[in-house]
């Protein structure tokens, strides 16, 4: 009956089979690290002007290492 959830199994399966496509153009981002930062004794992020107002919800997503289109097009740090 296509209403009941499929076994655990079952759905591993189906997952797989999407995960079956050319990904040779697929972008990997990663969330940038924040460093410490002794004079404020706080976990810190350079926003380079882009933040007004601190908060915990605030990240930056950086393109993984390596990917040469991302570095050619956008530069690297």
Known sequence: EADEPLPADDNMREYRAVEQFDASDLLVFQTK???WNEELCAWTLNFNG???QASKKNFLVVAEKGNAAMEQEFGDD
């Open 33 to 35: 690290k924040p460093t």
């Open 50 to 52: 882009r933040v007004k």
